[in-house]
């Protein structure tokens, strides 16, 4: 990771999805639902696409370029 | 027997069988190292890495039983997904660090790693013996996945014959596997995570069509099922039990020997970190694939009269074969087996890959032949490789198969305990090694306990604090003991003034690192 800590401060994002699919007391309950799916399903499956939606900013804020950047993969 | 379906599902055997032969000569290199017998050369690139990591975590007993959960305990068995959110942003700061100093040192395996870092064979012992435990059953699973669809597939169930497809498919497995190592699980995973994508999305377009819909299907769920029990004042219940198995699980992942060997053979650190935000793909199928077992309740397979034999003997993970049998044309059902046995197929590979590596490296050399050469000792994990998948075929066969199943909860409550010597280690050297490996004592006695207080049927701990019950995942709770004891022991080591043992590594070998 790199030793910026300004980018570093980026990583705390990584939590959100952590703390949104832990909160079990909020999302335990069927409404409102979607597309006849109970609130407590679609919200952890939306969860998934967040997630990694945030790893990749997170990925791309915290990038160094140069460090391995450029090189053949 | 179900003709056409069978023949759909022989031809994609067939073909990744040809695959696994081909794969030893694909990125060519010196299969008499156990660096490109075991980690490919550590070469592979952003794709390849996410369809082999993909295709080794995503296991197809997971494909059989995170459904049946469904099937049979309702919302609790939906800890998937919140187990497979967390395991990315964990992987995706820890990884890389991993991956910087085993490319630097030339580390195969986390025991490898922890001998370097901690200085101590006996603590690299303990952590690869870990891992081959861990392991062995999970081997064993992939088989029963095969066993549950090869007998959906019309075969014989028992007897002689009916362990006959078993006995051929590992046998093709384990002869690729030993000519082509980890070249041939990561071609293969491409094959199977196609199937698999085609497979599940058939079948949430289908599948509620014919059903009347979502609403439709989760009208079928008891209400009891539906949500978690909510705590009162005994008991959190299904609360911290959901919890702690999530992030419990999520923890224990990573440390298994095969998701290590997966990480340590792509090409880089950056390549790594781009591949955890590529990975919830895979996840977001786990969390469709889960609500199938909703699907299947809906269907009510487990009353339809021509499947009341295999729910005998299979229970509820015939759920989902049931469910594909009953509502898709044969060919397709050939495709949805297929990516299920084929599913099988490539973790069990790279487990045995895993498993052989560790033997090798931490147990073979560090103990019985030090002054081996890298030609004997790649040998020696071929060798071993075999003997792990005939070991698991046996164990499969003659044993019932809620022994392997129990055996891999287990695991998951063993392999946990590896943390603080790998994943803290990454880290920080404060530890004491002694501290380390008695605290890997009591979390591995500890967790064993609590498994045996629920009959190895949970991996759920019911921890009594004063007048509440907090249900939770035996693993975690045996984590914080292992933990606590060696914050004891690591503090008697520096109050009796022991010498430290020295750390192999250096500080630059964690900074982010990628193959020339």
Not at chain 2, 13 to 23: H, K, P
Not at chain 2, 159 to 177: C, D, K, N
Not at chain 2, 198 to 218: D, H, M, N, R
Not at chain 2, 299 to 323: I, M, S, T
Request: hydrophobic residues 55%; glycine residues 8%.
């Amino acid at each position: 990771m790199t030793r910026n800590p300004r980018r570093r401060l980026w990583c705390w994002l990584l939590l959100a999805p952590c703390l949104a699919v832990l909160c079990v007391p909020f999302f335990n309950r069927a409404g409102p639902a979607w597309l006849g799916i109970p609130f407590f399903y679609w919200y952890q499956l939306l969860w998934i696409p967040l997630s990694a939606v945030v790893i990749a900013v997170v990925y791309l804020a915290t990038r160094e370029r140069g460090a391995d950047a450029g090189k053949p993969r | 027997m179900n003709v056409v379906a069978v023949a759909v599902f022989v031809f994609f055997f067939a073909l990744v069988t040809v695959l696994g032969f081909v794969a030893a000569h694909w990125r060519r290199g010196d299969l008499d190292t156990l660096h490109e017998w075991g980690l490919a050369g550590r070469r592979f690139g952003t794709v390849i890495t996410w369809f082999l990591i993909g295709g080794d975590l995503y296991t197809a007993y997971t494909f059989i039983a995170v459904p049946a959960l469904m099937f049979g305990a309702g919302a609790m068995g939906f800890f998937a997904v919140p187990y497979t959110i967390l395991v990315y942003p964990f992987a995706f700061l820890v990884m890389p660090r991993l991956w910087a100093v085993a490319h630097r040192r030339g580390y195969v395996t986390a025991a490898d790693f922890v001998r370097g870092r901690h200085g101590s064979p006996w603590l690299a012992l303990a952590v690869a013996v870990t891992g081959i435990v861990a392991t062995m059953p999970y081997i064993a699973l992939q088989l029963v996945g095969i066993q549950v669809v090869v007998a959906a597939l019309g075969f014989p169930t028992g007897g002689w014959l009916g362990e006959l497809p078993l006995i051929i498919s590992f046998a093709i497995l384990a002869a690729y596997t030993y000519t082509s190592g980890l070249r041939a699980p990561a071609m293969i995973a491409i094959v199977k995570d196609v199937l698999i994508y085609v497979t599940i999305i058939a079948a949430i377009i289908v599948i509620p069509e014919k059903l009347g819909g979502y609403g439709a299907i989760f009208a079928h769920v008891p209400g009891d099922k539906l949500l978690l029990k909510a705590p009162d004042a005994g008991s959190l219940n299904q609360y911290s039990a959901y919890i702690t198995l999530a992030a419990g699980s999520a923890l224990a992942l990573m440390l298994y020997p095969h998701s290590l060997t997966a990480i340590l053979s792509s090409s880089g650190s950056d390549t790594l970190r781009r591949n955890m935000a590529l990975l919830p793909a895979y996840s977001f199928v786990l969390g469709l694939i889960a609500l199938l077992g909703y699907m299947a309740l809906a269907a009510g397979v487990d009353r339809l009269p021509q499947y009341a034999g295999y729910f005998g003997e299979y229970k509820q993970n015939f759920a989902v074969p049931a469910l594909f049998l009953s509502l898709f044309p044969d060919w397709f059902v050939g495709v949805a087996f297929a990516a299920v046995a084929i599913g099988a197929l490539v973790p069990a590979a790279i487990m045995s890959i895993a498993a052989a590596n560790l033997f090798t490296r931490n147990i073979y050399r560090e103990f019985v032949r030090p002054d081996c050469t890298p030609a004997e000792e790649t040998q020696m994990a071929k060798w071993v490789s075999l003997i792990v998948k005939v070991g698991a075929v046996a164990f499969v066969i003659a044993l019932p198969q809620q022994f392997a199943i129990n055996l891999q909860l287990l695991g998951g409550v063993l392999i946990i305990q590896t943390l603080p010597a790998v994943i803290i280690g990454l880290y920080t050297t404060w530890f004491d090694h002694r501290g380390l490996l008695a605290g890997w004592l009591a979390g591995i006695a500890g967790g064993t306990a609590m498994m045996a207080a629920q009959n190895f049927k949970s991996p759920t701990y019911l921890l009594h604090a004063g007048a509440v019950t907090i249900p939770g995942y035996a693993a975690l709770y045996a984590l914080l003991f292992n933990l606590a004891v060696a914050v004891a022991v690591t503090l008697l080591c520096r109050a009796a003034g022991l010498r430290r043992a020295d750390d192999a590594t250096a500080a630059g070998d964690y900074a982010d690192a990628a193959r020339d």
